[in-house]
Every structure is written in structure tokens, then in C-alpha cells.
């Protein structure tokens, strides 16, 4: 079984910073692209931000020069530092993770559980 956990979220107030994190477990053969998503009250779920195995990312126009994503292959983590947050950035955030878990079979998707981050004086 895989699991996706993140952490790291909270209360912030406005121009502050958080830095999220996402660990992933279980029998795993390799992990291939890892991102962040979010999900604000009413809206739909969007793309923050990719990173491939090999360390080139990919960030939505809203976050460009504010987030930056990162990641430890060798702890199978996946970071998003987020600096002068806004009240708009206040959302749920989940990490994702495209995982093969034995040689030769499919590549699937899997999500964390969220963490939720507001943003707020």
C-alpha cells in the first residue's frame, strides 16, 4: 500500500511563509513526477506546482517567484516553500505523486489526504 502524508500547514497571517512537505510510503519501485495542488472553498482543484524525477518544475502564474517546489528522492519527499502568502493562496493542499510500484507494471496517481492552509490576519 502507498500512502501520501503531508504536513506542514497552518494559520498565517498575510506576507508570512509556510513550507509544506509530503512523504511517501510503502512498496514503491520508483516515483516519477510529484506536484502540489489546492483547492479553495467553492472552487475547483488546480495546479500549484510539478517537479520531475529529475528536478525540472513547472509552477501556475499565480505562484511564480512566491512557491517554489523541491524534492528528496532519496526520502521520497516532496516540498513546496511558500513565501508572502495572500489571503487568496488560503486553500486545502494536497501532493500528488505518479508511482510504479514493481517493474513493468502501470503508472498510477496518488494523492495525500490534504493539509489545509489559511491565510489570514
Known sequence: QVQLVESGGGLVQPGGSLRLSCAVSGSIFRIYAMGW?????????ELVATITSAGSTDYA?????????????????VYLQMNSLKPEDTAVYY????IRRSWGTNLYDYWGQGTQVTVSS
Open 37 to 45: 495542488y489546492r483547492q479553495a472553498p467553492g472552487k475547483q482543484r
Open 95 to 98: 501532493c500528488n505523486a505518479e
Open 61 to 77: 502564474d499565480s505562484v511564480k517567484g512566491q512557491f517554489t517546489i523541491s524534492r528528496d528522492n532519496a526520502r521520497n519527499t
